[in-house]
């Protein structure tokens, strides 16, 4: 069975890091992204990047802060977060595709057909 398995979440203080895992099972990717959704929000889009991790794109909020990264040989990416700010706080999720889906499709949610159940980050304020 395909399985996406977010890690990494949890409590910091604003200024802080934290690093958000995302494990895949079931098969193989060519588009690994990271969405958001805060209490009372839509879901939105952080970042996306390719299976060899030679493109990535973000957000506009989310570039200079936050970091995606690939690790194809097994399966997952990772979000790297730095400078996290009270606004932040959400829920993290991380969504695959078998297809490529560059910047000027892969932020779209329905995009996506496989998707984690996401991991809390909170920031204290």
């Known amino acids: 069975q395909v399985q996406l398995v977010e890690s990494g979440g949890g409590l910091v203080q604003p200024g802080g890091s934290l690093k958000l895992s995302c494990a895949a099972s079931g098969r193989t990717f060519a588009t690994m992204s990271w969405f958001r959704q805060a209490p009372g929000k839509e879901r939105e889009f952080v970042a996306g990047?390719?299976?060899?991790?030679?493109?990535?794109f973000y957000a506009d909020y989310a570039k200079g802060r936050f970091t995606i990264s690939a690790d194809n040989a097994q399966n997952a990416s990772s979000l790297q977060m730095h400078n996290l700010k009270p606004e932040d706080t959400a829920v993290y999720y991380c969504a695959a595709d078998p297809t490529w889906r560059s910047g000027y499709i892969g932020h779209i949610e329905r995009m996506y057909d496989y998707w984690g159940q996401g991991t809390q980050v909170t920031v204290s304020s």
């Open positions: 990047v390719s299976w060899n991790g030679g493109h990535t």
